[in-house]
């Protein structure tokens, strides 16, 4: 399974940064692993960017660039003149889309190669990454639903909204198990209680004991990463557009074409919501009756509620669930003193600097 794959790859790193006593970003390595296990899904395509030498990737590079302009324009003034006169941001913002477009055509195109070689020779294509998926489907005078604009916009849209989320969520918690060690012991308990003593297996090992079923039963770790979610929600802030005329709950009115913006970020550090320890760390607040309890969606914004939900909300808690387990198993964190955490100006809460730690084995 693609997830276990990246984390095993993962942990070797680590494991040879423990080994040399290295400082290690722990924020670029999870963004490698995040991207490498969405291109595989998505394109079908190993991207490499996990391999020990961490080579420079400049999808990636294009796709952070990206998302530091998207976020200068929704605050500047006058971005439709820049744009046209092409200065300042809005001349990296066009570099950084032809860059992103020209990987993804190319990749198209490779693929269509690919299939068109499997019909002439009558075999079936039989890969199930989503790009492969989305070229499949055929209208019924038997032309291609998606044209290759569609296709580029699919597949990108996955890669924008499972990258960056799933990896700031492990930053997040790494940062926040630093500052909370009783709660990796805790996670490590529970580890311990659903896996069995660990003790002398490998980490290939560990991961083969890992199954969805296994990750499933981690509530203490689920309720850690929903904590993590809540003080740190990977989409800070979002925005709609009214269609037509609303009311909302509190009787303030809304016109048809009125933008609206909620902001998951404040409303998970609300005390109203969450109570005067709103601001502390603290899965145990997921639990009733000693039983993990969800909480409805429209408190707990962090994946958007109604009926444009996140759609990779099950695999994004697979994969932080998985690659987390492995993690606090195997490994211990320490945050590098004077490394101070910033908040990155983006679409998502990403750390300016990373997260810098030292890492040692358990
Ligand atoms: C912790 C991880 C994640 C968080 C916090 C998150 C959060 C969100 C949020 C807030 C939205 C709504 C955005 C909007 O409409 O304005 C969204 C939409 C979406 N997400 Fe996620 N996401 C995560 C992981 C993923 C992953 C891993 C995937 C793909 C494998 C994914 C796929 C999508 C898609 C396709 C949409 C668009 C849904 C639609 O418009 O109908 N997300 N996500």
Same mark, same amino acid.
């Given at each position: 399974m ?16 423990a ?11 999870? #963004?490698?692993?995040?991207?490498d296990s969405?291109c595989e899904? %998505?394109?079908g395509l190993?991207?490499?960017?996990l ?11 294009a ?6 302009a ?8 006058? +971005?439709?003149t820049?744009?046209? $006169?092409?200065?300042?941001y809005e001349?990296e913002?066009?570099?950084?889309i032809?860059?992103?477009?020209d990987? &993804? ?11 068109e070689e499997?019909n ?5 294509? &039989?890969?199930e990454?989503l790009?492969?998926?989305? #070229? ?5 005078d038997?032309?291609?639903t ?5 296709l580029r916009d699919?597949?990108?849209n996955f ?8 990896a700031?969520?492990l930053? +997040?918690?790494v940062?926040?198990?630093?500052n ?8 490590s308990?529970?580890l ?6 660990t ?5 290939r ?5 890992l &199954? ?10 689920h ?7 809540r ?5 800070p802030?979002?925005? *709609?557009?009214a ?6 709950l509190d ?5 048809a074409?009125?933008?609206?913006v909620?902001?998951?970020y404040? #409303? ?8 005067k320890?709103a601001?502390?760390? *603290?899965?145990?607040? +997921?639990f ?5 309890q969800?909480?409805?969606p429209?408190?707990f914004?962090a994946?958007?509620?109604g009926?444009?939900?996140? $759609? %990779? ?8 669930? &998985?690659?987390a387990?492995?993690?606090i198993?195997f490994f ?11 908040y990155?100006?983006g679409m998502v809460?990403?750390?300016?600097? %990373?997260i810098?730690v ?5």
């Open positions: 693609i997830f276990k794959k990246n984390a095993i790859k993962l942990a070797d790193i680590l494991d040879s940064a080994k040399s006593e290295r400082e290690v970003e722990i924020q670029d390595l999870f #963004m490698r692993t995040t991207l969405i899904l %998505g394109f190993d991207l490499g960017s391999s020990p030498s961490l080579p420079e990737v400049p999808f990636a590079n796709f952070d660039r990206l998302s530091e998207i976020a200068h324009r929704s605050l500047g003034l006058f +971005w439709r820049r744009r046209a $006169l092409r200065l300042g001349k913002l066009q570099k950084c032809t860059e992103l477009d990987f &993804t055509y190319k990749v198209i195109q490779q693929r269509k190669k690919v299939i499997a002439k020779n009558n075999e079936e294509n &039989t890969r990454d790009l492969s998926r989305f #070229m499949n489907f055929k209208g019924q038997g032309e291609d998606y044209k290759d604009k569609d699919s597949i990108l890669v924008i909204a499972g990258r960056d989320t799933t700031i969520t930053s +997040w918690l940062y926040l198990l630093c909370n060690p009783h709660v990796a012991d805790k996670i308990a529970e311990k209680s659903v896996l069995g003593d003790k002398d297996v490998s980490i090992e560990f991961c083969e004991l &199954t969805p079923e296994c990750v499933n039963e981690l509530h203490y770790l309720a850690s990463v929903n904590e993590c979610l003080l740190y929600p990977p989409v802030r979002d925005g *709609k557009v269609l037509k005329d609303d009311v909302l009787g303030t009115k809304v016109k074409g009125d933008r609206l909620y902001v998951p404040s #409303m998970g550090r609300m005390e109203f919501l969450w109570g320890d601001l502390m760390f *603290k899965p145990e607040r +997921w009733k009756d000693n039983k993990f969800s909480e409805s429209y408190k914004t994946f958007q509620a009926p444009r939900t996140c $759609l %990779g909300k099950d695999s994004a808690y697979l994969q932080i669930k &998985t690659t387990a492995v993690l198993r211990q964190f320490r945050l590098l003193p004077n490394h101070r955490v910033y990155r100006l809460l990403q750390m300016i600097n %990373g810098k030292f890492v040692s084995r358990c």
